[in-house]
Nanobody, 123 residues
Framework: QGQLVESGGGLVQAGGSLRLSCAASGRTFSRYAMGWFRQAPGKEREFVAAISWSGGSTLYADSVKGRFTISKDNAKNTVYLQMNSLKPEDTAVYYC????????????????WGQGTQVTVSS
């Protein structure tokens, strides 16, 4: 049984940066596509970014393109989300997720989920 644990969330001013980490344990996720999703209060969970198992392919939501970067370190079984130029509208609980096969934007295709980490961006 695999487990994903996010960390790195917190409170930051608009324009600042944060790096989220997602550590996998219980199984090797090196052959899994990994994704980041977020859910703001009163809103549906939405796709943020995804990376293929090799790290060679990435996808980003238009709202974060050019500001966020997803990466992974298979040796450490960890995926990262570097978030720069943060805006108040980036405030949400951020979730890490994993799926077998190719990367996708639909949350319904992901099999493993972390518990989430809160990111709050003040104006």
């Amino acid at each position: 049984q695999g487990q994903l644990v996010e960390s790195g969330g917190g409170l930051v001013q608009a324009g600042g940066s944060l790096r989220l980490s997602c550590a996998a344990s219980g199984r090797t996720f090196s052959r899994y596509a990994m994704g980041w999703f977020r859910q703001a209060p009163g809103k549906e969970r939405e796709f943020v970014a995804a990376i293929s198992w090799s790290g060679g392919s990435t996808l980003y939501a238009d709202s974060v393109k050019g500001r966020f970067t997803i990466s992974k370190d298979n040796a450490k079984n960890t995926v990262y989300l570097q978030m720069n130029s943060l805006k108040p509208e980036d405030t949400a609980v951020y979730y890490c997720a994993a799926k077998i096969g190719v990367l996708r934007v639909s949350e319904y295709e992901y099999n493993y989920w972390g518990q989430g980490t809160q990111v709050t961006v003040s104006s």
